[in-house]
């Protein structure tokens, strides 16, 4: 509770410090008029340092259309701009031609302006610079006006010292403040909060200053995630909310895109709201604006928040519309809805509501870009997925393990595939291809040729011939697209290696003693290029204990100079890293690939460890199949685990796997709603449980207690950390349809 006197002292907090606020203002107001009357000039403005002193922002610009609006409204102190070359050398800069052409060729500079800064520096201390633009048919700056404008610089200095002298901060606001150089008075009204006050026209220009930087952010908004940023940036922040929630509208409910600043809350009463609620939320998403101040019922309850009351907006963000449609009642274009809140008492002054509701026509058209083209992303990535093996087959003597990473700069599929081709007990035929491009003709080559080699591997095919019957095959489809292959047959009794390329990066080895390697073997042609003689394979024999690598071009990236050394360097170092497990090693391998924003191309990696020759060495093996919605699947996969490790003659490590088991079980039954499988292998000193959905998303242990706004998932995941007290940890890493969770429990000393 606030009392009388602490109020009072909180306002004249807010009184000193708007009247400190206002001094900055004018001293700014002050150098860029002073400069455009004394500078032949476009346009003028004043960056300013931020606090953490990491980049420069436009605090004010003064200047008529376009020109004002051509000035960045940020920029790193590294940067070429001639604003942050005059502060990082402390004298005046010139924005130098990007593209000068020829002497005897004309031509129109890319930038129509020319930029003159001087530094503002007093007292040993940077504040930022003072850049002024000229037309360029107003010819170049002359020493007269380096002269003018570093005076005009100094001065601002000095007063800006002084300033802070007196406590001021001396930083940017979140957007500039913009005069316009000239105006009619009777068509511009003061805004409260905005531009210079008592100057026509400057609340109504600093007003749309946002809004076009907010137009300018959302043309490069590729996520949802961008698109909450650039709302904090351009909305949240120049207003003052201490809140954003960003939801869309589908299956007629509102479900949250993303939230920022105090907003758990509102996220709480906005999430899967139906679009029938008696909700704020709800009722903008019919097609009106809402704008609730503090007190009204509607508001915020103070449950929410300790600071209530609170004012709130609710925007229906509308694609494909004007903004004049925002008004109206029963829009059928909603695409979502944007809420704020802000602390206390607000008005919401006529400019303001009106650029508003220009900003959520332009997140409306952002929100259904960005939307279909997840869709589309997801649904070429579906695809995709659907064309590689829904599991890898096992021999007891061989360990697998996969990955494929789609590329994120397009969301057409790609041609890259794996596969896992069991023959008898003792030979396994390991693929890996790419096919040309991104498109849907790329993954329908795909599927025609991994069937293709997996049939004519069946057959008993050798490798070599298995590519060169894929190669006629694909010439008799009349298919464009090239495409490159390794297909790889390891006969598990004696370590033997056939291995024939198509065009394709070599397979390579980790050793048992560390070294790494590559199966040599002839590069050949890739498929869909006339061959000049038959295609031929070579032999290699392994050791026990090695482990293959099969992967596309895709994971090395495309800048390698040499994908095979970078291939085997990546390896090498996957080793150190992470050892020889399969699973460690293959992400590992697939972290150090290009960051997603960054991945050009689709990229798959196939690894598999040859265990042992012949012998009592050999891992046992057993697997289940529990069917989808299997109401007794679990108490089978109890059974199994027992019957399996009795007859192994491992009984006391039954009681704990079978808990195990049945834990993980249940969460991928509930959660994945798809068949689940089950494999026990058994090797000399532990047991490895692995159990495999068509999921993607990893399992989400919840402890007993925590703050639901970390985890949605609060009500599951109770079993997780019963696995992890009774095995040590727990993995969970993708399939080609899912994923596969397991964990390794060692085998009691006898």
């Not at 600071?307 to 979502?336: C, W, Y």
């Not at 703050?707 to 609060?714: F, L, M, R, V």
């Not at 009774?726 to 009691?748: C, E, Q, Y």
Request: aromatic share 4%; hydrophobic share 40%; with cysteine.
């Amino acid at each position: 509770m606030v009392t009388s006197s602490g109020a009072e002292e909180h306002r004249r907090r807010d009184r000193s410090a708007h009247s400190q606020g206002a001094d900055l203002t004018e001293a700014l107001h002050t150098a860029v008029r002073k400069t455009m009357q004394q500078v032949d000039a476009a346009a003028a403005a004043v960056y300013l340092l931020t606090e953490d002193g990491t980049e420069l922002r436009a605090a004010m610009i003064v200047g008529g259309a376009p020109s004002l609006f051509t000035l960045p409204a940020r920029m790193p102190l590294k940067s070429a701009c001639a604003t942050a070359r005059a502060l990082a050398s402390g004298t005046t800069a010139l924005l130098a031609d990007p593209d000068p052409a020829p002497t005897q060729q004309q031509y129109a500079r890319p930038y129509p302006y020319a930029t003159l800064a001087a530094p503002v520096l007093a007292a040993g201390r940077r504040f930022g610079a003072l850049t002024v633009l000229r037309p360029e048919t107003c010819g170049d700056y002359r020493g007269a006006d380096h002269t003018v404008v570093q005076d005009i610089a100094a001065e601002l200095a000095e007063v800006l010292a002084a300033l802070a002298e007196r406590g001021v901060t001396i930083a940017p606001g979140p957007t500039p403040a913009l005069v316009p150089a000239r105006f009619d008075a009777d068509t511009n009204a003061d805004t409260p909060g905005w531009g210079v006050s008592g100057v026509p026209g400057s609340s109504g220009v600093s007003l749309m200053y946002p809004l076009r930087r907010l137009s300018d952010l959302l043309n490069q908004a590729t996520t949802p995630g961008d698109i909450v940023t650039t709302a904090q940036e351009c909305i949240m922040s120049p207003l003052h909310a201490d809140a954003l929630v960003l939801a869309s509208a589908g299956e007629n409910r509102l479900w949250i895109l993303g939230h920022s600043g105090r907003s758990s809350g509102m996220v709480r009463n906005v999430h899967g709201t139906p679009l029938t609620a008696p909700t704020p939320a709800a009722q903008a998403a019919q097609g009106r604006p809402l704008f609730i101040s503090a007190g009204h019922p509607s508001a915020a309850h103070s449950d929410w928040y300790e600071d209530s009351p609170r004012t709130e907006a609710f925007l229906p963000l509308i694609a494909s519309s004007q903004t004049t449609d925002l008004a109206l009642m029963g829009h059928k274009n909603v695409v979502g809805v944007c809420c704020l809140s802000f602390p206390g008492p607000r008005d919401f002054p006529p400019g303001e509501r009106a650029t508003l509701s220009m900003m959520a026509a332009l997140l409306g058209a952002a929100v259904q870009r960005v939307g279909l083209s997840e869709k589309q992303h997801q649904t070429a990535e579906c695809l995709q997925r659907r064309l590689l093996p829904s599991t890898l087959p096992e021999l007891p003597r061989l360990t697998t393990a996969a990955r494929y990473r789609p590329a994120t700069v397009t969301a057409k599929v790609g041609g890259d595939w794996y596969d896992v081709i069991r023959l008898t007990d003792e030979r396994m035929v390991l693929v890996v291809g790419d096919v040309e491009g991104h498109a849907v003709e790329s993954a329908a080559v795909m599927g025609q040729v991994r069937t293709a080699v997996a049939a004519y591997a069946i057959e008993g095919h050798r490798p070599a011939t298995v590519i060169d019957r894929t190669a006629r095959l694909l010439t008799a489809l009349r298919t464009e697209l090239l495409v490159t292959c390794c297909v790889l047959a390891l006969d598990t009794a004696d370590g033997t290696t056939e291995v024939a390329l198509a065009g394709h990066p070599e397979p390579l080895v980790l050793r048992p003693d560390a070294s790494t390697g590559t199966l040599g073997a002839p590069a050949n042609v890739p498929l869909g290029v006339p061959a000049p003689d038959a295609y031929r394979g070579r032999e290699h024999i392994l050791q026990p204990g090695t482990v293959l690598m099969l992967y596309s071009n895709g994971l090395i990236g495309g800048s390698a100079t040499d994908p095979g050394s970078s291939a085997q360097a990546l390896l090498d170092s996957g080793n150190r890293a992470a050892g020889t497990d399969l699973e460690h090693l293959a992400d590992h391998l697939v972290a150090e690939v290009s960051s997603p924003q960054q991945r050009r191309d689709d990229a798959v990696l196939l690894l598999a460890r040859y265990e042992d020759a012949a012998g009592a060495g050999a891992p046992r093996t057993a697997s289940l199949c529990i069917q989808r919605r299997d109401v007794q699947g679990v108490k089978a996969v109890r059974n199994f685990v027992s019957d399996r490790l009795c007859a192994w003659g491992l009984t006391e490590m039954s009681d704990s796997l079978q808990l195990i088991a049945s834990e993980i079980v249940t969460n991928a039954l509930i959660h994945a709603g798809s068949d689940v499988d089950v494999r026990l292998r058994a090797f000399a000193d532990h047991v490895r449980l692995e159990v495999r959905d068509s999921d993607s998303n990893p399992p989400v242990p919840s402890p007993l207690a925590l703050d639901e706004e970390e985890n949605a998932e609060a009500e599951h995941g109770r079993g997780l950390p019963i696995v992890e007290a009774l095995a040590g940890g727990w993995h969970s890493f993708p399939n080609g349809r899912g994923k596969t969770v397991s964990l390794d429990m060692p085998i009691p000393a006898v």
